[in-house]
Nanobody, 120 residues
Framework: QVQLVESGGGLVQAGGSLRLSCAAS????????MGWYRQAPGKQRELVAL???????NYADSVKGRFTISRDDAKNTVYLQMNSLKPEDAAVYYC??????????????WGQGTQVTVSS
């Protein structure tokens, strides 16, 4: 099992910045990738940013150039630096950890979510 605890959400004006943190504990050695997803009211949960073991990253087109995902292995923590925030970035942001076993079975672990509100 992997436990994830997010922090750092809040209210910010458009154009402002926030940094989200996700602290992982448990069987973290088994994790293959970690990412941030978001879900706005009435919308499906969507991938925002992903960091894979080895350090490669992927971003949703809507956040490229504004958001940066990073990790601190010593602290078992993944960050999402969000700059130039827009009202459409407002959502509940969820941290995800994914484990893929040798038989290709995928296990997803989720944090409790943190609210990001962007005022125009």
């Amino acid at each position: 099992q992997v436990q994830l605890v997010e922090s750092g959400g809040g209210l910010v004006q458009a154009g402002g910045s926030l940094r989200l943190s996700c602290a992982a504990s448990g069987k973290i050695f088994s994790i293959n990738s970690m990412g941030w997803y978001r879900q706005a009211p009435g919308k499906q949960r969507e991938l925002v940013a992903l960091i894979i073991n080895g350090g490669s990253t992927n971003y949703a087109d809507s956040v490229k150039g504004r958001f940066t995902i990073s990790r601190d292995d010593a602290k078992n923590t993944v960050y999402l630096q969000m700059n130039s925030l827009k009202p459409e970035d407002a959502a509940v942001y969820y941290c995800n950890a994914r484990r893929k076993d040798r038989d290709n079975t995928v296990y997803d672990y989720w944090g409790q979510g943190t609210q990001v509100t962007v005022s125009s």
